[in-house]
């Protein structure tokens, strides 16, 4: 059994949308990983668009822990806010329109 399946078979359901009916700021995460890990980009960044930013910003800080680059944090930093930004504005874009 490879790790795609073994992803699909053991999504989590969100507790949030299942008592209060609506998504959270994670739903479509789990999904997005089977469909980047399948392939797919245009279906992962349509599920959860701060996907490839987020590993971007979590690769970019190991290599900062490992090399120390000398302007690392502040980029970690303007990366995380670019990353909670997609997040809030799909997450109320989600709310809006479904």
């Not at 797919?40 to 822990?65: C, K, R, T, V």
């Amino acid at each position: 059994m490879n790790l795609v399946n073994l992803l699909e078979d053991n999504m989590l359901s969100c507790p949030y949308n299942k008592y209060f009916g609506i998504d959270c700021l994670g739903c479509g995460i789990q999904r997005s990983v089977v469909a980047l890990l399948n392939g797919n980009f245009s279906d992962s960044f349509y599920m959860y668009p701060a996907l490839i930013p987020m590993l971007f910003m979590f690769l970019f800080l190991i290599a900062h822990l490992v090399f120390k680059f000398k302007n690392g944090a502040t980029w970690l930093k303007y990366n995380f806010i670019f990353v909670v930004s997609i997040v809030a504005i799909s997450f109320i874009l989600k709310l809006i329109y479904h």
